[in-house]
């Protein structure tokens, strides 16, 4: 369904003198201007205005709003919550002012935080000759980034729940869990054995983890904001978890996230080594290639998961969604890349 | 019997329309859109060239793969070729045969990913043609 702006931007001036009362002078003479729709996930939507404060200063903000029937992220207040988390951690983030929830006037849940400049767009990062230089500078931005998440210590507040019990395989295998639990709500008149080897596979091969860390959960080219000189923010927190930190390292190499640039593996950046090396640079912890080929091979099974459930979405709206729809046709090249690392596993 | 023209020829036609007398017209998400309704008008036509000879090596493929598949008794345990299961049907019992770790290790692991890397390979020449090619160029 389409928002009404119009009614939308009335709704988050109301919000926004609300939580400013009291805190700010003139807080009824705060504007929202009109909101513009700068992009959209299966998950939300979101939106850019300017904040005209009363005494003639503008702010540009981002609006980020549920979908309405998203399933398979955390909230939005985990989100808002893991970004504030992250922020401290020195992490590269988009200040994140305020949440909203469902009865804050846009009927779902919602936060506002500052508008960062730049582009998150894949493609443009790995073919355009202008962005030559901040292909140089990200592999070791990105490690660095990382490496600063890994080294926050987690919060009270955490999203989904924390695996219980001492074995320490406990991270890995409940993240099998989880996706396997998703991927058991898709259609069964569609055999996946591919996909069923590599769960089987990340089940009997789980690694161990002695500290858990806060992982982003969907670190990748595509969720980093650039400009011209490089990184300018890490974007998309929704999916962060407790876990392994080498599952956001194995994340980052799913071939997926190369836009057809397929060498060097790590987003078409650099090589798996030299990310590894360059986050033990950073202060990283010490990862050993198995556990990175690991979660490399994960990484490409949740995301064949994930694309079959963004299909299966298509279906969900008034009417039927032809981008969401053609997502699940992209699952065979994650298949075919999934039988060739495991296929490499095996000759070792 | 069927009718004129087959499905191939007309989705063509359809993706024709959306790439050059439709997207021009269009910006930003909508214009994307229309190049991703033209590549998925590609793939149908493909699949609904391909889809017979697709399913009837998916058939013969599964059959002799599970064939192959001894026992605990060392006696085949599943679907012989020949059978008048569906591919669809073998493709489930691979998958529970799979869950149960018969695909491990050893001779049968390596036959299967043999068949999964044809089969995937089948597949792709219907959904994503480009991606071969890239792994073509890739292996060079």
Known sequence: ?348 | MKDYPPADELLEAVAAFLDEEVKPLLKGGKRFKSIVAANACRVVAREAAGKTALVEEQRRGLGELLGELLGKDGQPTAAVPGDDSSADELGRELCAAIAEGAYDQGRSREQLLAWLRSDVEARLRINDPAFLERNERRDK
């Open chain 1, 1 to 348: 369904m389409e928002r009404d702006l119009e009614k939308s931007q009335a709704a988050l001036q109301e919000f926004i003198r609300r939580q400013q009362a009291g805190q700010a002078a003139g807080a009824d003479a705060l504007r929202v201007g009109e909101l513009t729709r700068l992009s959209g996930g299966a998950s939300c939507e979101v939106y850019g205005f300017d904040l005209h404060a009363g005494d003639g200063t503008t702010r540009a903000m981002v609006l980020r709003a549920d979908r309405p029937g998203k399933d398979f992220s955390a909230s939005r207040a985990d989100e808002y919550a893991v970004l504030r988390e992250a922020e401290q951690a020195g992490v590269t983030v988009p200040h994140a002012h305020w949440l909203g929830s469902a009865d804050d006037g846009l009927g779902v849940p919602f936060m506002v935080m500052d508008f960062v400049p730049g582009l998150a767009l894949g493609q443009r990062l790995l073919r355009d000759d202008a962005y030559a230089s901040t292909r140089e500078a990200l592999p070791a931005q990105l490690a660095g980034e990382l490496a600063r998440l890994h080294a926050a210590a987690p919060g009270h507040r955490l999203p989904g729940a924390t695996p219980a019990g001492d074995d320490p395989r406990r991270f890995a295998l409940a993240a099998v869990k989880q996706w396997t639990a998703a991927a058991a709500t898709l259609h069964t008149d569609y055999p996946r054995p591919a996909l069923d080897l590599a769960a089987r596979w990340l089940k009997l091969n789980a690694p161990s983890v002695q500290e858990p860390v806060l992982v982003h959960g969907d670190f990748r080219i595509g969720n980093i904001m650039f400009d011209e000189r490089g990184l300018t923010a890490v974007l998309d927190w929704e999916l962060s978890h407790l876990g392994d930190p080498a599952e956001d390292l194995g994340w980052l190499c799913v071939r997926s996230w190369r836009f057809g640039r397929d060498h060097p593996a790590v987003g078409g950046l650099c090589t798996r080594d030299r990310l590894l090396e360059l986050y033990r640079e950073a202060g990283g912890r010490a990862v050993s290639a198995d556990q990175l080929r690991y979660w490399e091979i994960f990484g490409n099974w949740k995301w064949a998961v994930i694309c079959l459930l963004q299909a299966a979405s298509a279906r969900a709206g008034s009417r039927p969604d032809v981008e969401l729809a053609a997502i699940g046709r992209r699952v065979p090249a994650v298949e075919w890349e999934l039988v060739d690392l495991l296929d490499r596993e095996q000759s070792q």
